[in-house]
């Protein structure tokens, strides 16, 4: 029985092993890629929008360099191994997984005034001011890590006494676990949130004004067939184009909800647990489930480059870099220019309304030229 437990033991040690590691190393290729991308292709870094998606993949990259390895050897040895560099290692996690989220909320506010205000856009959404909100983003990330913790603020008091170069236990005190939380994800999802519900609010308005205008256009053609032909016409027409615009909507609303659902899914559950470990007595929550919810926010930085990089003009760099155009220009990069869509967009003009969602699903994932 006991060997039996031993075996078992060994055996989920090497297999929470396996999984971690292909969680780092997919992180890091997906985040490498995208900087490669980037680095390589000149048309990418003329637009500002990646800068903001270059911030977020180097944030990413920094967990997956910074952070998560030694927690995956923590756990498959069960034992700090890294003595003083805990408080080190504490504030590279506060601070990357800090500039990360910090990240995605400029690209959600980013991307909401392309969309809502495209000429004030091109013309105040400069370089410069591009490096101000991501130099504030990092400036934060460090301010709430690296001071706290080397001067101890963050710590709750028994755990200074109880402090050990045998183990990495940061127990938060209640003040540093709710600021710093308000200030790395409540504030900031609060944000994305008010920025894609506008965001889907404007796509909304956009599909129906266009529904109504394709809609009274049919009308107008079918007044010289005959009033009799016309109202025959009519109801199938409309309930067609109500579907459309629904379908449409629905497309919009999906893909928003895909960007949000990942982020609040992998992020949610541990900063709930942050916010209320410090106010209950040990062992309110377990230390397995604390760790799991941990790698799930660590997790997410794995699935940014997909959602955040995967645009038409980064998947041709990708398959530029990776050496399959063909097989990827065929399977994964969208045959279309959507420049002249765009352009159309920006100017106010109307758009079938087809090419409109798709604008603003490309606006959203900043494919604009």
């Known amino acids: 029985s006991t060997l039996n437990s031993a075996v078992f033991h060994c055996g989920l040690h090497v297999l929470v092993g396996c999984v971690l590691f292909l969680l780092i190393v997919s992180t890091l290729l997906g985040n490498t890629l995208v900087c490669a991308a980037v680095i390589k292709f000149r048309h990418l870094r003329s637009k ?30 069960d034992a700090w191994l890294f003595g003083r560099f805990c408080d080190v290692w504490i504030a590279f996690d506060i601070m990357c997984s800090t500039a990360s989220i910090l990240n995605l909320c400029i690209i959600s506010m980013d991307r909401y005034w392309a969309i809502a205000s495209p000429f004030k856009y091109e013309q105040k959404m400069t370089h410069r001011v591009a ?18 913790v080397q001067l101890n603020w963050h710590r709750a008091g028994e755990e200074e006494d109880e402090a050990t170069d045998e183990s990495c236990v940061a127990s938060l005190n209640k003040t540093y676990a709710i600021s710093s939380s308000f200030i790395s994800f409540y504030i900031p999802v609060v944000i994305m949130i008010a920025t894609y519900t506008r965001i889907y609010r404007i796509a909304q308005t956009q599909i129906r004004r266009i529904t109504s205008l394709e809609r009274a256009a049919e009308q107008a053609q079918n007044q010289g067939h005959g009033v009799n032909r016309n109202q025959q016409q009519h109801r ?54 604390f760790t799991v919810f941990v790698w799930f926010g660590w997790a997410n930085s794995s699935l940014n480059p997909v959602i955040y990089a995967f645009n038409a003009d980064f998947r041709r760099a990708f398959a ?40 603003l699903l490309n606006l959203l994932f900043a494919t604009q030229n």
């Not at 390895?69 to 756990?75: H, L, N, V």
């Not at 983003?137 to 690296?146: E, G, P, Q, R």
Request: glycine share 4%.
């Open 131 to 148: 490096f101000v909100m991501i130099g504030v983003a990092w400036t934060l990330s460090i301010l709430i890590s690296f001071i706290p």
């Open 48 to 77: 500002v929008t990646n800068f903001f998606v270059i911030s977020l993949a180097v944030s990413d990259l920094f967990v997956a360099v910074l952070v998560m390895p030694w927690e995956a050897i923590t756990e498959v040895t």
């Open 236 to 289: 199938p027409n409309d309930e067609a184009s109500l579907k459309s615009s629904f379908k449409k909507e629905t497309k919009v609303l999906k893909t928003l909800s895909i960007i949000m659902g990942v982020f609040v899914f992998c992020w949610l559950p541990f900063f709930v647990l942050n916010c209320t470990v410090p106010f209950c007595d040990p062992p309110c929550v377990s230390d397995t489930t």
């Open 320 to 359: 530029t870099i990776l050496g399959c155009n063909r097989i990827c220009s065929n399977n994964a990069v969208e045959a279309v220019n959507f420049s002249n869509d765009l352009v159309s967009y920006h100017h106010g003009h109307d758009l079938p309304q087809g090419d409109c969602v798709q604008v």
